[in-house]
């Protein structure tokens, strides 16, 4: 059973920095596309940001500028360094991937437990 451990989230002020990690445990074929979503109270999911299995990113545009996804293709890891954080940013910031089990399986979206990110002002 392929798992996906997030850690890193807490309390911090504005204009104050974070960095989630995401890795995933147990075998696997391979990771496609890895990516950040956060859900605040009373709004739906939205995607943070992504990167490809090439290394290609994206970003929604609230978080262009401030936010860098990362790789570690070796650790299994996704990471999402936050800077200048705004209290804004504060959701419930999940880490997805969509990993393939076998070679001949398609690729499955898997998700993190959720990790809280609370800015204050």
């Known amino acids: 059973q392929v798992q996906l451990v997030e850690s890193g989230g807490g309390l911090v002020q504005a204009g104050g920095s974070l960095r989630l990690s995401c890795a995933a445990s147990?075998?696997?074929?391979?990771?496609?596309?890895m990516g950040w979503y956060r859900q605040a109270p009373g709004k739906q999911r939205e995607l943070v940001a992504g990167?490809?299995?090439?290394?290609?990113?994206g970003y929604t545009d609230s978080v262009k500028g401030r936010f860098t996804i990362s790789r570690d293709s070796a650790k299994n890891t996704a990471y999402l360094e936050m800077n200048s954080l705004k209290p804004e940013d504060t959701a419930v910031y999940s880490c997805?991937?969509?990993?393939?089990?076998?070679?001949?399986?398609?690729?499955?979206?898997?998700w993190g437990q959720g990790t809280q990110v609370t800015v204050s002002s």
């Open positions: 990167i490809s299995s090439s290394g290609i990113t």
């Open positions: 997805n991937a969509k990993i393939r089990i076998r070679a001949w399986t398609g690729a499955i979206d898997y």
């Open positions: 147990v075998s696997f074929f391979s990771i496609n596309a």
